[in-house]
């Protein structure tokens, strides 16, 4: 099973600011017609920052690795998910600087989080998920997670609704709701894996 997860305020928090707002605002993904772009980060960060960077960085929030934290549960969900061999794309439409990649790598491998690839600037989840072959988003956008719906594939929205579904779209207040819903997804999985094994059996 593939899952892409979003980054900003769904795995991580840490963009309460104005910065973030314009980022999103501006440079986030819009699901648009456009030729689809996105960057892999590797996970060795680099460290060595350009001058701007520097001078930004004391003043920049995003780009600094100790004003991250993770979202409650979060690692553990995540971590029990690759270790049952689910590849994880952390998923993001946040701009690909330099001083903001150094960060949320620095912290990600600083958090002992478990992860396949990390992907930043992204201008439309919905094409990459279809390209990537994921089976479920999990977004804090009830926007994005409506469009994955559309676009033939699973979401899961990450909101404090009292609603348990919306459009479709399952709603989770928390890690520990995800977990139950992809735990479902997984046995489904495995299920059907072994139903295949069988019908294998039974004709050859």
């Not at 996970?43 to 600094?64: A, C, E, Y």
Request: with cysteine.
């Amino acid at each position: 099973m593939r899952i892409a997860i979003d980054l900003d305020k769904t795995l991580v928090d840490c963009c309460d600011s104005l910065i973030y707002t314009i980022a999103n605002k501006y440079f986030g993904d819009k699901d648009s017609n456009k030729k689809l772009k996105y960057h892999v980060l590797p996970k060795n960060v680099n460290t060595k920052n350009s001058f701007i960077s520097k001078i930004l960085r004391p003043f920049l929030k995003m780009g600094r690795h100790t004003s991250y934290s993770l979202i409650d549960n979060a690692a553990s969900v995540v971590n029990s998910w690759y270790n049952a061999g689910v590849k994880i794309y952390i998923l993001s439409s946040r701009p690909n600087i330099l001083v903001l990649n150094n960060a949320i790598t620095n912290f990600l491998r600083g958090s002992n989080l478990h992860y396949d690839n990390l992907i930043v600037g992204c201008n439309n989840k919905s094409k990459f998920c279809q390209i990537h072959k994921i089976e479920l988003l999990v977004d804090n956008s009830l926007t994005k997670c409506i469009n994955a719906k559309r676009s033939g594939f699973d979401s899961i929205c990450l909101k404090n609704f009292t609603a348990s579904e919306y459009n479709s779209v399952k709603i989770a207040s928390n890690w520990n709701d995800i977990n139950a819903y992809v735990k479902t997804l997984l046995k489904k999985e495995k299920n059907r894996q072994m139903l295949e094994q069988e019908k294998f059996k039974y004709f050859s």
